[in-house]
T-cell receptor, first 111, second 114 residues
Framework: AQTVTQSQPEMSVQEAETVTLSCTYDTSESDYYLFWYKQPPSRQMILVIRQEAYKQQNATENRFSVNFQKAAKSFSLKISDSQLGDAAMYFCAYQNNDMRFGAGTRLTVKP | KAGVTQTPRYLIKTRGQQVTLSCSPISGHRSVSWYQQTPGQGLQFLFEYFSETQRNKGNFPGRFSGRQFSNSRSEMNVSTLELGDSALYLC?????????????FGPGTRLLVL
């Protein structure tokens, strides 16, 4: 079974600084997709970024970028120039047949 | 485009009752997936529907069921509610099923079982 591990239950970053959230996963598949979702206090899950496993190039969306290491089964999210609105729970997710989520990392942004 | 909508947003039931939750996908999306989110178990996949057929099912008891209508709207039903069924139930839609499709989530239905 595929599992997703987020080893950081909580992270904190100063406004305008950079923070990296970690995610590892376990799979025997070679073709899959990885996602980072953000869940603010409103509980609405918002897609942050996605990565196709067959692509070597790391995905980037504005201030959000990933470091995808397929051999190491690692998929970290880097948030640059952190803003107060980035404060939320961040979930790493693996998708093959269905979607599996990590336990989440609660990010606090300090002004 | 309107996003995924879920009704009701909040629900209080008592043990033994049954409940039906509704999800309307983004226009043009034909695949709907359901997830249960609890503090203890996190986000867990319940099932996925496409073209009115269940494609995948997570590891949940038979009390949890769902269906999809011809307009792609989906409902999930939980019978004989237990206290442990208290959770946020999230629905997500995508254009098609499959690993390459990004899922977009609704705001969720918060169910409290007393």
């Amino acid at each position: 079974a595929q599992t997703v591990t987020q080893s950081q239950p909580e992270m904190s970053v100063q406004e305008a600084e950079t923070v990296t959230l970690s995610c590892t996963y376990d799979t025997s598949e070679s073709d899959y997709y990885l996602f980072w979702y953000k869940q603010p206090p409103s509980r609405q899950m918002i897609l942050v970024i996605r990565q196709e496993a067959y692509k070597q190039q790391n995905a980037t969306e504005n201030r959000f970028s990933v470091n995808f290491q397929k051999a190491a089964k690692s998929f970290s999210l880097k948030i640059s120039d952190s803003q107060l609105g980035d404060a939320a729970m961040y979930f790493c997710a693996y998708q093959n047949n269905d979607m599996r989520f990590g336990a989440g990392t609660r990010l606090t942004v300090k002004p | 485009k309107a996003g995924v909508t879920q009704t009701p947003r909040y629900l209080i039931k008592t043990r033994g009752q049954q409940v039906t939750l509704s999800c309307s996908p983004i226009s043009g999306h034909r695949s709907v997936s359901w997830y249960q989110q609890t503090p203890g178990q996190g986000l867990q996949f319940l099932f996925e529907y496409f073209s009115e057929t269940q494609r995948n099912k997570g590891n949940f008891p038979g009390r949890f069921s769902g269906r999809q209508f011809s307009n792609s709207r989906s409902e999930m039903n939980v019978s004989t509610l237990e206290l442990g069924d208290s959770a946020l139930y999230l629905c997500a839609s995508s254009t098609l099923p499959g690993q390459q499709e990004t899922q977009y989530f609704g705001p969720g239905t918060r169910l409290l079982v007393l």
